[in-house]
């Protein structure tokens, strides 16, 4: 650790530690990330050209710039954490155990205080930012580190561990529905809504991972195919990516995620939802959903 670790972030540096970030992201995994970093640019743009409009009556983008940021630091944030657990990043220095350096993390964000790491930092800066907006962020953080203490544990297992559904459910629930859609929620100001009337659209975005991440997910060692699937699809071997079953696995969660989608879609007329925040659902996660799992159904 160094003095330049816990010196508080402010805007141009947390800036040039995010766009540093993205560089790498791009570098390594384009595929994965190139969608998400479009889209968050597009965001950015909409926000300042929303903040400008917001004296003269569109109040949704009142701050917005200053939102955006927010999320932006808190994705980045997290986004190291989650390749630390799953092995991509070395753990850092001072930690015997990945499950030792969540539940620190998970300390601090419950309870902030001088940051030590980049991780941190970026959190910290997020959190202030939230304080000024009077949002308090920490809670869907503190979902989404605890969803990824299950990967750390699952990873730790000497042979390869295969969850139950329910575990899946639990764990899913924390990560993809009431910590990352009840944040965007939240930093979007919807009060009308809560996460759980997003809860199909979280569901059938989890089922577009864990298709288009199983063969990285499988090299980390974190199966996400559930026992319940095994036994329905009569897989022999969860690490034969290549086999007919595996395939069929794929086949029946894509047309499960699509029907997901389409009754999301029909809810989704009755929510009283900004006009933007359904924008934002269908760019940031319905409309790459439904493309990629039609996608996989087309190449059968």
């Not at 009556?57 to 939102?67: E, Q, V």
């Not at 000497?158 to 939240?186: A, N, S």
């Not at 007329?269 to 269908?282: I, M």
Request: overall charge positive.
């Amino acid at each position: 650790m160094t003095f330049a670790d816990t010196v508080p972030l402010d805007h141009t540096g947390a800036a040039e530690l995010i766009r540093q970030n993205y560089a790498y992201m791009l570098s390594t995994r384009p595929e994965k990330y190139e969608g998400w970093i479009n889209n968050i640019e597009r965001f950015k743009a909409y926000a300042r050209i929303g903040s400008w409009a917001a004296p003269l009556g569109l109040r949704y983008f009142k701050d917005a710039p200053a939102r955006v940021d927010m999320i932006e630091a808190i994705y980045i944030a997290l986004r190291l954490v989650d390749d630390i657990v799953d092995g991509d990043s070395p753990l850092p220095r001072g930690w015997d155990s990945v499950a030792s350096y969540l539940n620190n993390l998970i300390a601090f964000v419950r309870r902030p205080s001088v940051p030590l790491n980049e991780v941190e930092r970026l959190l910290a800066y997020a959190f202030g930012l939230g304080r000024a907006l009077n949002m308090d962020l920490r809670r869907p953080v503190m979902d989404i580190i605890g969803s990824l203490r299950f990967d750390a544990m699952r990873r730790r297992q000497r042979k390869l561990y295969i969850p139950r559904q329910v575990e899946f459910d639990k764990h899913f629930y924390l990560l993809d529905i009431r910590g990352t859609i009840g944040g965007c929620l939240m930093v979007m100001r919807e009060t009308r809504v809560t996460y759980r009337d997003l809860e199909l659209l979280g569901k059938a975005v989890r089922m577009q991972y864990d298709i288009r991440d199983l063969v990285e997910d499988m090299q980390a060692r974190l199966c996400n195919i559930s026992v319940e699937d095994v036994w329905r699809f009569h897989i022999r071997d969860v690490r034969d990516l290549a086999s007919p079953r595996i395939h069929e696995w794929r086949l029946a969660k894509a047309e499960e995620g699509l029907g997901l989608l389409r009754e999301f879609k029909i809810k989704k007329r009755r929510l009283p939802l900004h006009l933007f925040t359904r924008k934002v659902l269908d760019y940031a996660y319905e409309r790459p959903a439904e493309e990629f799992l039609r996608g996989v159904l087309s190449s059968n």
